[in-house]
């Protein structure tokens, strides 16, 4: 086997605690050709596609990527702002402000964020923590509830990188937190805001990513994990069952998903007479292709054409600062145990960096 190079050892470092914020990625840009590279990565993963490899190979190859690529691109496109994917920035700003309030809660971590397809990949994410010292790795998912199709194959890109590294971190990796307290305040503390600004809808609409219904019967969690989620959300409300629904989307080709299907529940509660329709994403902690566009406009455009009145997508958590506290909450708990927190030099520095920032901060505001 040939291992990964990696700096010597040295003896009498201490060692540095890393969490890494890993989300399921995005192309490089809205073009056709970044897009096939995406899709060509993501859809060759064994644990998204279970199909044959001889026949699935076929058909992505021969099929999807020479047709798919183009139109995917156009659906980015639709989306991509000035900074670039909006999944790719808020995980990026997610992972930033997370350090801040860690650092704020007394604890002395790097914090990185890495993509599962794409960029920046998990191996270089990695890579750089080994050079930058980090003996301790916690790794945390951006999916709220477990699935094969997306934590297991985070978990696998670890083991991987790490199956060819000689002198392997400690490694922990949180598998949900679909039920987290923190988590579920902050999902309703985003609903309660919505609703304070546009009032109430006839309503509540919870659309969760679908995978295929095979995967449930097979022992995958993922169906229990997101219904669970819906309840605890619908208590911290206080609504009852006829006000809100959970819904899966997404859906690719042609086998049975998880049911009901968003886009047709959408168009019959329009036919229904249901006026208005808040939309939440729970199972989605930033914005992306499949919130921004496939709910917010395709998802929309469909239930007003049904005749529908009014339809509001509910933004995912993204850098919300209710979330990055929660998200601050979870990554605490799963560092309990390491040795993390700042020392009295380190607390030290770390209010003088502040008095600092606020000095700056009221000097470019004074010369405004």
């Known amino acids: ?42 859809l060759s993963d064994t644990r998204v596609v279970e199909i044959p490899r001889a026949i699935w190979w076929l058909i992505l190859h021969c099929i999807i990527l020479p047709f798919r690529s183009r139109k995917s691109a156009l659906k980015y496109a639709s989306i991509w702002t000035n900074e670039g994917s909006p999944l790719k920035v808020h995980t990026e700003k997610q992972a930033k402000l997370l350090r801040g309030y860690l650092g704020q809660r007394g604890h002395k971590v790097q914090v990185a964020y890495a993509m599962r397809y794409g960029n920046p990949s998990v191996s ?17 998912p951006a999916y709220p509830q477990y699935s094969a199709t997306t934590t297991a194959s985070i978990f696998d890109a670890v083991f991987s990188h790490y199956a060819k590294v000689r002198n392997v971190p400690e490694l922990r990796l949180m598998k949900h937190y679909h039920d987290n307290e923190a988590y579920i305040h902050a999902l309703k503390e985003s609903v309660l805001a919505h609703w304070a600004m546009n009032g109430m809808p006839d309503k509540l609409v919870l659309s969760f990513h679908g995978v295929p219904k095979r995967t449930l019967l097979l022992g995958d969690p993922y169906h229990c994990e997101c219904y669970k989620t819906a309840r605890l959300l619908a208590q911290a409300l206080d609504l009852s069952p006829d006000q809100y629904l959970v819904t899966f989307q997404s859906r690719f080709g042609k086998a049975e998903w998880l049911q009901p299907y968003t886009a047709p529940t959408l168009e019959k509660l329009a036919k229904q007479g249901v006026a208005r329709v808040d939309v939440m994403c729970p199972g989605f902690t930033s914005d992306c292709l499949e919130t921004l566009e496939e709910i917010g406009m395709e998802a ?22 209710i979330w990055i506290q929660g998200l601050a909450t979870v990554a605490e708990e799963q560092l309990i145990g390491w040795p993390t927190h700042l020392s009295a030099n380190d607390l030290a520095e770390q209010q003088l960096q502040e008095k600092v920032q606020k000095a700056e901060a009221l000097r470019v505001g004074a010369a405004k």
């Open 300 to 321: 929309k455009a469909d239930f007003l054409k049904a005749g529908g009145k009014e339809f509001y997508l509910i933004p995912c958590l993204n850098e919300s600062p």
């Open 1 to 42: 086997m040939t291992f990964r190079k990696e700096p010597p050892f040295t003896h009498g470092i201490t060692a540095k605690t890393a969490v890494v914020l890993i989300n399921l990625g995005t192309p490089d840009a809205p073009t056709s050709s970044a897009v096939r590279r995406y899709l060509k990565e993501f």
């Open 124 to 140: 270089s994410v990695l890579d750089q923590l080994k050079l930058d010292g980090c003996d301790r790795v916690l790794i945390i």
